[in-house]
């Protein structure tokens, strides 16, 4: 078994959807785009679907405060060149690339939603 999918609330789909097509390396799979869902191939196989916050019934639009998605990267070179890549690209980031436990990396917030990029640390 393995786990296919998972489904993001956001404020913005679009702007979304650009940033995991442009950083994180996922394929759109959207026949055509809209601002209410979009449906992105990761380049593992992973499906990321994106689906706009007002679709949530139940006006849920927050996540619970340890709640994030976390990328790893191959090494401590990639983790420091997608950060610069990330600040190029205008993406508020709140740290620097650090030490963190037993991995190299930072965290940042897009949109709603933690993000978490890091390299494992072989020590």
């Not at 979009?38 to 679709?55: A, I, K, W, Y």
């Amino acid at each position: 078994m393995r786990l296919n999918h998972i489904n993001l609330t956001v404020k913005d789909v679009p702007s979304a959807r650009s940033f995991f097509e442009t950083y994180m390396q996922f394929q759109s799979a959207d026949s055509k785009p809209n601002d209410t869902l979009s449906v992105l191939n990761g380049p593992d196989g992973f499906v990321l679907v994106l689906m706009n916050e007002r679709l949530n019934q139940q006006g849920n639009t927050s996540y619970p405060d340890a709640f994030h998605i976390g990328f790893y990267l191959k090494n401590e070179a990639e983790v420091l060149s997608l950060f610069e890549d990330l600040k190029k690209g205008g993406i508020t980031l709140e740290q620097e690339p650090q030490r963190i436990r037993k991995t190299f990396g930072f965290y940042f917030h897009l949109q709603n939603i933690l993000v978490e990029i890091a390299v494992e640390l072989s020590e």
